[in-house]
Each structure stands twice: as C-alpha cells, then as structure tokens.
C-alpha cells in the first residue's frame, strides 16, 4: 500500500469510522486492523459478508474493512446503497428489496403476491443496469397452510416474476431457514421443499440460498446435501453452530471440508459470512471476519 493510500484511510479510521468504536484506537491497533498484509485468496471461493451482521460500521467503513482484508462483495445491499459499494469498487453479491418484502409474508401467501410481484418487476431492470446477478426472496410463514399449497402458491407468484428476471440475466434465490430456532413456521425450512420448489418451476434463475448455519440445525448432512443438490444451490451463507457466531473451534461445523466441497461441485456463486462476531470491541469483530475468510478460502 502506498504511504498516500496508508495516511488516507488512518485519516478516515479516525475521523468517520469514529462512529464505529474505532476514534479510542491507538495509532499502532489502526495499522493491525487496516494496514496489515491482505490475505493471498486462492481463487476458488467468491467472497462475501452479509451487512445486517456488520451493521455496527457504517455500509462506508465496511467497505473499507472488505478491501483491506481483500476479498470484493458484500450481501444483501438494498438499491439505495448500491452506490456507496459502487464507489469503493465493490459487489453486490446479494441484492435485498426493503419495503414489502419480508421474511414471514413471502410467496407462499397469496395476498402478498401483488405487492410482492410489483417491488421485484422494479427492482429486476434496476439490478440489470448495475451489473448485479442475484435477489433474494422468501417462501414465508405457514400460518397453519400445508406445504403443498404453499409450493403450488410459491410457483404462482414466482412465474409472474421469472420471464424478467430471465430477460435480465438475474437469478432470484429463496433463502432456506430454520424453524427450530430462529424463524418459527418459516415454510422454507427444509432444502427437500425448496429442491421441489425448484424442480416445479423449471428455471435457471431460479435458485435455493443454501444457509449452512440454519440447514445444519434443522436438518444436518451438510456436505451430502451440497453434492446431491448442488445444481439448485446458488449462493451459500456461513455460521456457526451453535449461536450463529464465529466460525471457528467454538462451534460443530468444520467450514474448510464444507468449503471444499461446494468447490468440488464446481459452484461459481459468492459464499457470505453471516455470523454474528462475539468480539468484545470492533477489532476483535473485524479480526473474527478476516479469520472466516481465511479459514474458508480452500
């Protein structure tokens, strides 16, 4: 790093990142956070952090903290932000739709399906002009409804979506859940639905978010499920378990194996890390990210 490049970005640590915990800082614990040698990536993983699990930074400071650890994406980024990742040269690697969107009333409802199938036909050509390829969306909560129905609802609306998302070269994933501990009733909890789902509405832009924390809690076999599903996997998503934290020898999974065989079944698509860091200060937070691409870049 150049020594303008270095006294920039100390410059911002102390002035906007501020905000983040970082102004009681000394001099030299900057360095270690921002200034340390990147890590050598080999290539075979796409990168990513979820920002709902690093919002205590500002989406700028993040930035930031991306490009200094070395990897270039960051996950469910709404449209109105796709600028500040833009100016930093980063990726949406997810893309999310605020507004009526929302994790419990999802496709699998039908009075959702309007307000639904309007926010994603915007969003879709939007996506497509800034060169983004993936939108997250929700099957819902069951609220007493079978999953049959619920499948047969989700391939109603989602065929009211899928000819643009085609057209534009955006793939739409349904993000898998637990029900056991984190979102009770989520229908989409189980990767046997959401492989179905799939299966039913026939589409290449059609895709499951694999989430290995929450496929572990409700259903386990991780690494046979990749390779017997692969093909309806689009994106993966990282925690430990249990205690969605750190995914290091405090927890059950071994992320290197996972990690080699999501290479192994060829996936081309971003992994993000989606945990939430147990670190006492921001340091420690943003040292517990950069130890999770390490220990996920096989």
């Known amino acids: ?4 490049r270095r006294k920039l970005l100390k410059q911002v640590a102390l002035g906007s990142l501020a905000l983040g915990g970082l102004s009681s800082f000394k001099e030299k614990e900057l360095d270690e956070i921002f200034f340390e040698k990147k890590l050598k990536l080999k290539g075979n993983i796409n990168h990513s952090v979820c920002y709902w699990t690093y919002n205590f930074l500002s989406l700028e400071e993040l930035c930031l903290v991306v490009k200094e ?3 270039g994406a960051i996950d469910l980024v709404k449209p109105q932000e796709w600028e500040t990742l833009q100016k930093h040269g980063l990726y949406a690697s ?11 009333k999802g496709f699998n409802h039908k009075e959702y399906h309007e307000g639904l199938i309007k926010e994603y036909l915007d969003v879709i050509p939007l996506m497509n002009k800034a060169g983004y390829k993936n939108l997250i969306c929700f099957s819902g909560n069951r609220n007493g409804m079978d999953d049959e129905t619920g499948l047969k609802n989700c391939v109603e609306g989602l065929q009211k979506i899928l000819p ?3 057209k534009n070269g955006v793939t739409v994933q349904m993000e898998l859940f637990n029900s056991k501990v984190d979102h009770k009733d989520y229908m989409c909890d189980k990767s046997a639905w959401g492989v179905e789902l799939c299966k039913r509405l026939g ?3 059609f895709k499951l978010l694999y989430d290995i924390y929450h496929m572990q809690i409700n259903e386990g ?3 046979r499920t990749i390779r017997d ?3 309806y996997f689009g994106h993966y998503h990282t925690a430990g378990v249990p205690g969605r934290h750190e995914i290091n020898e405090s927890q059950e999974l071994y992320y290197p194996a996972i990690m080699q065989a999501i290479v192994e079944v060829g996936h081309k698509g971003y992994v993000a890390q989606e945990f939430m860091s147990t670190g006492k200060d921001n340091k420690e937070k943003i040292a517990a990210l950069k130890d999770a691409i390490r220990r996920c870049d096989v």
Do not use: P, R
């Not at 790093?1 to 303008?4: L, P």
């Not at 997810?94 to 419990?104: F, H, N, P, Q, R």
């Open 1 to 4: 790093m150049s020594t303008s």
């Open 69 to 71: 650890i070395g990897f």
């Open 94 to 104: 997810m893309c999310y739709i605020a507004g009526d969107v929302s994790l419990t």
């Open 164 to 166: 643009l998302a085609e």
């Open 203 to 205: 589409s290449e832009n």
């Open 221 to 223: 076999d991780v690494i």
């Open 229 to 231: 599903n692969h093909q």
